[in-house]
């Protein structure tokens, strides 16, 4: 079983940058293949950005060149460097965690809310 509980969000105008950080607890936490997902309004749930446990990452097409996802392993945590913020990246984040890299996630942040304006 892992805890995730992410933080980091805010309201920022276009073009600035926030840093959204999700901590892990009550399991080893490098053995995770974790990601980042965002939902707005009526909107489905769409996948941001993933890394695995060794370190390797994807990104959606809307957010590459822009976001970077990392981890500290020593830390449990996990971040999403987002810059070049743009309205359509309005949503709420989420960080999950697949216990197997099986493709799924079994556990589930809370979600913290991130607000682009024009």
């Known amino acids: 079983q892992v805890q995730l509980v992410e933080s980091g969000g805010g309201s920022v105008q276009a073009g600035g940058s926030l840093r959204l950080s999700c901590t892990a607890s009550?399991?080893?936490?490098?053995?995770?293949?974790m990601g980042w997902f965002r939902q707005a309004p009526d909107k489905a749930r769409e996948g941001v950005a993933t890394?695995?446990?060794?370190?390797?990452?994807s990104y959606a097409d809307s957010v590459k060149g822009r976001f970077i996802i990392s981890k500290d392993n020593a830390n449990n945590i996990l971040s999403l460097q987002m810059n070049s913020l743009i309205p359509e990246d309005t949503a709420m984040y989420y960080c999950?965690?697949?216990?197997?890299?099986?493709?799924?996630?079994?556990?589930w942040g809370q979600g913290t809310q991130v607000t682009v304006s024009s």
């Open positions: 999950a965690a697949q216990r197997y890299c099986d493709g799924s996630y079994s556990y």
């Open positions: 009550g399991s080893s936490y490098k053995t995770y293949c």
């Open positions: 890394i695995d446990s060794d370190g390797s990452t």
